[in-house]
């Protein structure tokens, strides 16, 4: 079932986001983008979610994992990062010869982890909205 299939028989994005992660009772879900997150054995395909409190990557199918007994095992795969403990968002694009260029978001964590992700359908939108969710997590609220 596709992801927008499965949100709709959820009851929607905000809805399959909360059954997907723990989240806190105030959380709310600001956006979500269809990406690929690339690990050390290739780019799995998935969902990048950007609440008011973390930004979380779930796969779009459940990979292949070997138990600690040796068996095979398949779980989603899944990445959850309070947007407090994230210091960078840093956008990438790679020239090659031919193009188009391959372009990237690189997300830095304060204890020196750092998740790459690509393939957005709108990569400076991508960039502007998960910048914008770590600033606002930096910035104090200043009472007017």
């Avoid at 299939?5 to 269809?34: C, D, H, V, W």
């Avoid at 957005?120 to 930096?138: E, P, R, T, W, Y």
Wanted: net charge positive; hydrophobic share 40%; aromatic share 12%.
């Amino acid at each position: 079932m596709n992801l927008t299939a499965k949100a709709i028989s959820e009851g929607g994005f905000e809805s399959l986001y909360k059954q997907t992660f723990t989240t806190y009772p105030n959380e709310k879900l600001k956006k979500r983008f269809t990406c690929y997150l690339s690990t050390a054995t290739g780019p799995v395909a998935g969902t990048l979610y950007l609440s008011n409190i973390h930004a979380a990557f779930c796969s779009d199918r459940p990979l292949s994992v070997a138990a600690p007994s040796g068996q095979e095992t398949w779980s989603y795969y899944k990445v959850a990062v309070p947007l407090n403990k994230i210091v960078g968002v840093n956008p990438v694009v790679m020239r090659e010869k031919n193009p188009p260029p391959e372009k990237y978001i690189q997300v830095v964590t304060v204890d020196g982890h750092d998740f790459w992700f690509m393939g957005f359908v709108n990569f400076d939108k991508a960039v502007k909205h998960l910048s914008q969710g770590i600033f606002s997590m930096v910035t104090p609220a200043v009472a007017v």
